[in-house]
């Protein structure tokens, strides 16, 4: 007859395998390994003499179906949650789980939208994370107003927090001829600017650039971002520039873009890296990003419509877009006004000019004096380098 155990007791699951748990009289029991008399049972049944060995706390009991926390769980686990990107829903399953911690006891159905500027509110000091806690808050509402749990979002109609930051810092065409220097053709980190500046992607696409998107002179890629809920399939031609700086750089993986091992980036590890490249070049102010936003404005300064720049950096929406062509159109109108003062030879000689005089009609208006960038306008036919729509952007003046 075996050894027996003070306080051991021994159960059998509906498999017949016996379980062995310790249990004092009036206490929770404490599940110890097999099999018993085992080197491993005998240590754990000394720590559970000893109070050394404590019986796990049972999960907590799941949120009642009214409240908040209930909903934010339900959320989670719904196909509109299953089509997001995992970052996206890293950084959401960390703020709703703010959330429910907070309030997440009381009704979903009772938050107001006096409620929700409320937590707008509180994080106004952070523009980022109150426009954050909105956007989720929204997009919880909305599920939720498909699935006939509510009849409102509260959240629709609060406006986000208004910021004054132009975000990223968009590189100078001095910052890029910077960072050529110290990056030469051949080298990864330039390979890895000129992907970027003459495609405007972003980052996250630019890392997955390989052989395999390259087809008759066009990079062929579905953005990365968005690519479960509204895939998009873009063509970008490859400019002399990139396929050179492509050519001259040796890869032997799948992607241009390659760690020092030959392996693929991932995205937060080639931010870090690129932010290396940037500091070896003297350059803290530039991040990948910007580079898109340069590359946008250069093709503004160009000339280039809304619809052409959309085409190239993937913006469904032209409102972004229109800031950088608002941008270049009063750039290229305010040369193009001070030229004609210019011409008049003195500001005070203006006086003698009618009020609607404009160029080319009649009038005493002097003709336009051709602008100091006469290999533009050489280019383009036009003073200034003005493309017309009918004209094709020469990709020799996007970066010089």
């Known amino acids: 007859m075996g050894r027996t155990y003070q306080f051991v007791t021994r159960d059998k699951d509906r498999h017949g395998n016996v379980r062995l748990y310790f249990r004092r009289p009036g206490r929770a029991k404490i599940r110890l390994p097999g099999p018993e008399g085992s080197e491993a049972f005998l240590r754990a049944y000394g720590d559970a003499l000893a109070g050394r060995l404590q019986p796990k706390k049972s999960a907590a009991a799941a949120?009642?179906?009214?409240?908040?926390?209930?909903?934010?769980?339900?959320?989670?686990?719904?196909?509109?949650?299953?089509?997001?990107?995992?970052?996206?829903?890293?950084?959401?399953?960390?703020?709703?789980?703010?959330?429910?911690?907070?309030?997440?006891?009381?009704?979903?159905?009772?938050?107001?939208?006096?409620?929700?500027?409320?937590?707008?509110?509180?994080?106004?000091?952070?523009?980022?994370?109150?426009?954050?806690?909105?956007?989720?808050?929204?997009?919880?509402?909305?599920?939720?107003?498909?699935?006939?749990?509510?009849?409102?979002?509260?959240?629709?109609?609060?406006?986000?927090?208004?910021?004054?930051?132009?975000?990223?810092?968009?590189?100078?065409?001095?910052?890029?001829?910077?960072?050529?220097?110290?990056?030469?053709?051949?080298t990864m980190a330039r390979l890895a600017l000129d992907i970027m500046l003459y495609t405007a992607v972003r980052r996250s696409d630019a890392i997955r650039f390989g052989p395999a998107n390259v087809r008759n002179g066009y990079l062929v890629f579905t953005e990365h971002k968005g690519r479960r809920r509204k895939p998009k399939r873009a063509e970008l031609p490859i400019l002399p520039p990139l396929a050179r700086s492509i050519e001259a750089t040796p890869t032997a993986g799948a992607t241009f873009i390659a760690t020092a091992a030959g392996k693929p980036f991932g995205d937060k590890g080639f931010g870090s890296r690129f932010r290396k490249w940037c500091d070896e070049a003297g350059l803290p102010n530039c991040t990948a990003h910007g580079l898109r936003k340069t590359t946008a404005v250069r093709l503004a300064e160009l000339g280039c419509s809304e619809h052409e720049i959309a085409a190239v950096t993937g913006h469904t929406k032209l409102e972004q877009v229109a800031v950088y062509t608002r941008a270049a159109n009063q750039k290229l109108l305010a040369a193009s006004a001070m030229a004609r003062l210019e011409a008049s030879g003195s500001v005070r000689d203006v006086d003698a000019v009618p009020p609607n005089a404009v160029a080319g009609r009649s009038g005493t208006a002097p003709p336009l004096k051709p602008l100091e960038n006469q290999e533009a306008q050489n280019e383009f036919g036009s003073p200034g380098g003005i493309r017309t729509p009918d004209q094709p952007v020469n990709s020799r003046l996007l970066y010089r």
């Open 63 to 186: 949120p009642a179906r009214t409240t908040f926390a209930w909903l934010a769980n339900e959320y989670q686990h719904s196909r509109a949650w299953l089509g997001l990107a995992e970052g996206t829903k890293t950084a959401r399953r960390g703020i709703l789980g703010r959330l429910s911690n907070e309030f997440g006891d009381l009704p979903y159905r009772t938050l107001t939208a006096k409620n929700v500027r409320t937590l707008r509110d509180r994080a106004a000091g952070r523009p980022h994370s109150a426009n954050n806690i909105l956007k989720i808050l929204r997009a919880v509402y909305a599920w939720a107003l498909e699935e006939d749990l509510v009849t409102t979002n509260p959240a629709a109609d609060v406006p986000p927090v208004r910021t004054v930051s132009d975000g990223y810092h968009t590189w100078t065409m001095a910052e890029v001829h910077q960072y050529e220097a110290r990056h030469p053709v051949g």
